[in-house]
């Protein structure tokens, strides 16, 4: 099992900016060229579905990192494996950024890193909340 940890959410002005953590621990992910490993941001506003927000996908050899048009220029995925955590930085905040995001990790990449359903591992959420 893979246990992950969301922290960084909070209450900010419109144009700020928030990094959101996502620790991991209870497995070694992937490093061999021929598997992979990623890490992905969702988040969910009230009322709303669960939307895909940004991923990371590695292999031994290359990183790969995905965005939702609506956050494309704003957001940054990176991770550091060192540490095993995945951040996302928020910059240029918007009111409709407000939602609980959450992390999730797989075993795969390419195609299926914004499905939500293919994740099997999940953190709690963290809340974030853009004030106009």
């Known amino acids: 099992q893979v246990q992950l940890v969301e922290s960084g959410g909070g209450l900010v002005q419109a144009g700020g900016s928030l990094r959101l953590s996502c620790a991991t621990s209870g497995r070694t992910f992937s490093s061999r060229t021929f598997s992979r490993s990623t890490v992905a941001w969702f988040r969910q506003a009230p009322g709303k579905e669960r939307e895909f927000a940004a991923a990371i996908s590695w292999t031994g050899d290359s990183t790969y990192a995905y965005y939702a048009d609506s956050v494309k220029g704003r957001f940054t995925i990176s991770r550091d494996n060192a540490k095993n955590t995945v951040y996302l930085q928020m910059n240029s905040l918007r009111p409709e950024d407000t939602a609980v995001y959450y992390c999730?990790?797989?075993?795969?990449?390419?195609?299926?890193?914004?499905?939500?359903?293919?994740?099997?591992?999940w953190g709690q959420g963290t809340q974030v909340t853009v004030s106009s």
């Open positions: 999730a990790a797989g075993e795969f990449g390419g195609r299926d890193v914004y499905t939500s359903w293919r994740y099997a591992n």
